[in-house]
C-alpha cells in the first residue's frame, strides 16, 4: 500500500527507481522466513545505514549518564526499535535507561503549522501520517524487542499519543523523577519543537545529548528558529555526524 504523506525527497529519477526496486525486491525476497530478520542489510542502502550509524553515535554518547530518551516526532517508530537494540548491546540491565516516544500518529495537527514554518509541500496538516492504529502496532513491535533483549520482565517503554504540546507537560507532571540523558528531535515545526525544548529543559544535565533531524534545513525552517529563539547558538557545538548529511546534535556541557 502506496501512503501519501507529502514528504519531500531529494532523490532525482534514478535513485527513485533503484528505491522502488529495492521495495518490490523486498515484498519478493525468497528467503525462507528464519533467513529474512538475519539479512535485512540486503535490502540497506547507504543513506539507510548511514542513519542507524548515527544513531549509534549519539547513543555512545549517554552511556555513562543517567536519564531516560525522548524521541519526538516517533512515527514508525524505527528510533524507538533503534535505541531499544543500543541498550540491549551497550548497557543491558540498565533498568532506567527508560525510551518514551512522542506522536500524534495523525501527522501534523491543524493549528501546529506557522509562518515560521515555511512553504514547502510538506507544511500541510496531515503531513508524514501513519496509518489506522499504528500505535498498538509499534507496541507490539517495541514488546517483541523487550522480550528477545535483557530484563524483558520490565516494560522499559512507553508510546505517547496526542499533540506533543499538551501531551509532554502532562508526562513530565506524573514523572516528577526524570532526568533526561537524551532528547531526538524530528517534529519539522516550530511550534512543537520549541514548546519541547523549554518544557524539557529543567529535567537536563551536563552531558544530555539533543539530537535533531531538520536543523539548518530549508524545507523544515521552524526546527531552527525555535532552537535559535532559546538558545544562543554561538555558545553551543552544533556537530554533524560525517556519515549522515542532514542530521546533527549538541551535548550539554
Known amino acids: 500500500m502506496k501512503i501519501t504523506t507529502n514528504e519531500i525527497s531529494h532523490a532525482d529519477l534514478s535513485e527513485q527507481q533503484a528505491n522502488e526496486s529495492l521495495v518490490q525486491l523486498l515484498k519478493s525476497c525468497p528467503l525462507p522466513d528464519n533467513q529474512l530478520l538475519p539479512n535485512l542489510g540486503l535490502f540497506l542502502h547507504s543513506k539507510a545505514f548511514s ?41 543491558p540491565f540498565n533498568r532506567h535507561r527508560k525510551i518514551v516516544g512522542f506522536d500524534t500518529f495523525e501527522g501534523f495537527p491543524n493549528d501546529s503549522i506557522t509562518e515560521k514554518d515555511g512553504e514547502s509541500d510538506l507544511m500541510c496538516p496531515g503531513s508524514v501520517h501513519t496509518v489506522v492504529d499504528y500505535k498498538n502496532y509499534l507496541d507490539r513491535l517495541m514488546t517483541c524487542h523487550e522480550v528477545l533483549n535483557p530484563l524483558s520482565h520490565l516494560k522499559k517503554y512507553e508510546i ?62 521552524g526546527e531552527t528558529v525555535a532552537l535559535r529563539e532559546l538558545l544562543d547558538l554561538s555558545n553551543i557545538k552544533i556537530q554533524r555526524y560525517r556519515y549522515c548529511s542532514r542530521t546533527s546534535y549538541f551535548i550539554i556541557e
Not at 66 to 75: A, E, S, Y
Open 160 to 221: 505517547v499519543q496526542g499533540d506533543v504540546c499538551e501531551t509532554l507537560p502532562k508526562y513530565l507532571e506524573e514523572n516528577p523523577h526524570t532526568i533526561i540523558a537524551l532528547a531526538y528531535f524530528d517534529l519539522d515545526l516550530y511550534k512543537p519543537t520549541k514548546a519541547c525544548l523549554e518544557a524539557i529543559y529543567p529535567f537536563v544535565i551536563k552531558g544530555t545529548v539533543f539530537g535533531f533531524d531538520e536543523l539548518n534545513d530549508q524545507d523544515s525552517p
Open 51 to 91: 542513519r542507524l550509524l548515527y544513531f549509534f553515535h549519539i547513543y555512545q554518547k549517554i552511556v555513562d549518564s543517567q536519564g531516560i530518551i525522548v524521541d519526538f516526532g516517533t512515527r514508525w517508530g524505527q528510533n524507538m526499535c533503534l535505541f531499544a537494540a543500543f541498550r540491549s548491546m551497550l548497557e
